[in-house]
């Protein structure tokens, strides 16, 4: 080899290094690249397994909105509403639920030390809810459990205003289910809610029922659109000055309806039956007992237009605390310390007009109405009316937003009147 080709040599085993190098590096990045491969497939297979287990966990329930508890048979769901509500009274703030409730029952009346106060504002969100639903079956039928609760509970007066504007948390409603029965706290069965104007308002109109207390209740449906049912329900001696010790509750109130339901609405017919008793211990009395009654229908008819017709007529021999107002009227006693009931009577009538589809007005008056022996307590009440009229916004379903305007006359025994005249603006959020 001549001397003149050394540097071809060099050039040639530079070369030769070089390529080497970049081989490493090809491979180097190869090594890589199958490794992040598998990284990947690995972090997919733990993906997918993560979400077969929440897609088990939140295996879809029988009832929408709800899961099935994992292992088991039963549909969990969990619900409620948040209420916020500007409540401005023009008359005397009304004392049911510390002035949360516009009940006509409960205006105040001249010589009370609330009577001359005017314009009184507050804001609350006391009446939102809180429920656990669950269901499940069984060879008796479906088993469905309900616990409900609002934050209405005392202390709920204006003093619990001043700092936190603390609320009470209590029980609405608590009932288990159980194919055809119900065993628990509940709506009475003498009281029908689908006939109830659409309203903020937690009260009114006057003239209808409006409880919840224990009961067992059956019901039966018919192939025609008819329900029948028969419930035993709490009693409650309710004359004035009744209290733990002077009352005798023997036996469940007795309450039956017939319901049917045709294409433009519903009818529906309730009968009660009642035993209020007297102990000897009350002042001036012996130990008695009475049997009330109670009848009402309702209705709702539904306008070619959509527009919507509700009524509610309600009346009886003994009927107290089943017509609004009538708590501790049910009965007096006489000057010979006897039990003698006491009729009342009244209803309402409302009507609702859907603006747009998502914009309404309701509009109603209700009358309650007692016919009490001369004996009655001068505060009872000989009559109430009310009415409602409002603006209700419902964007989706699960929003509303509304106005009302609240109006209310109560007359005692005794000849003295009150009023409440509130307008009220809330907001509900369900969930």
Do not use: C
Not at 33 to 44: A, F, H, M, T
Not at 139 to 156: A, K, M, S, V
Not at 271 to 290: S, T, Y
Not at 348 to 358: A, C, G, P, Q, V
């Amino acid at each position: 080899m001549s001397i003149t080709s050394w540097p071809a040599v060099a050039n040639e085993a530079e070369e030769i290094a070089e390529l080497k190098r970049q081989i490493e590096i090809v491979a180097r990045r190869i090594s890589e690249i199958e490794l992040q491969e598998n990284q990947d497939e690995k972090e997919k297979e733990v993906v997918q397994v993560k979400t077969v287990d929440i897609k088990r966990f939140l295996a879809r329930g029988d009832r929408r909105n709800s899961i099935l508890i994992p292992g088991t048979q039963t549909s969990l769901s969990i619900g409620g509403r948040l209420e916020a509500s500007f409540i401005h009274d023009f008359d005397p703030r009304p004392s049911s639920r510390g002035g949360d409730i516009a009940s006509a029952s409960s205006a105040k009346l001249p010589g009370d030390p609330e009577f001359e106060i005017r314009g009184d504002t507050h804001l609350t969100a006391r009446n939102s809810r809180f429920n656990i639903i669950t269901t499940t079956p069984t060879r008796f039928g479906q088993l469905r459990t309900h616990l409900e609760g609002d934050f209405n509970g005392p202390p709920n007066n204006k003093g619990s205003r001043a700092t936190t504007n603390r609320t009470v948390f209590g029980v609405r409603q608590a009932y288990g289910q159980l194919g055809k029965v119900i065993f628990g706290h509940y709506w009475t069965s003498y009281m029908d809610r689908t006939a109830f104007p659409s309203k903020i308002n937690g009260t009114g109109p006057v003239g209808r029922t409006f409880m919840r207390q224990g009961q067992i209740r059956y019901t039966h449906e018919f192939d025609n659109g008819g329900q029948w049912a028969v419930a035993l329900e709490n009693p409650y001696s309710d004359f004035n000055g009744a209290d733990d010790e002077n009352s005798a509750d023997s036996y469940p109130d007795l309450i039956s309806f017939y319901r049917h339901e045709h294409d433009r609405g519903h009818l529906q017919f309730t009968g009660l039956l009642r035993r209020v008793g007297i102990e000897e211990n009350f002042p001036g009395g012996a130990k008695d007992h009475a049997t009330g009654w109670g009848l009402n229908h309702t209705g709702s008819y539904r306008l070619p237009w959509d527009d919507r017709i509700t009524w509610y007529i309600n009346f009886g021999d003994g009927i107290g605390r089943y017509l609004d107002g009538g708590r501790r009227q049910g009965v007096t006693v006489n000057p010979e310390g006897k039990l003698e009931t006491q009729f009342g009577y009244g209803g309402f009538i409302s009507y609702r007009h859907w603006w747009t589809k998502t914009l309404s007005s309701s509009i109603d008056f209700g009358s309650s109405n007692f016919k009490l022996n001369p004996e009655a307590s001068s505060t009872s009440n000989k009559h109430l009316y009310s009415s409602n009229v409002n603006l209700l916004w419902e964007p989706g379903n699960r929003m509303l937003f509304g106005i009302e305007y609240i109006w209310g006359r109560r007359e005692v025994y005794d000849g003295r009147k009150g009023s409440i005249s509130r307008f009220q603006f809330t907001s509900r959020f369900l969930f």
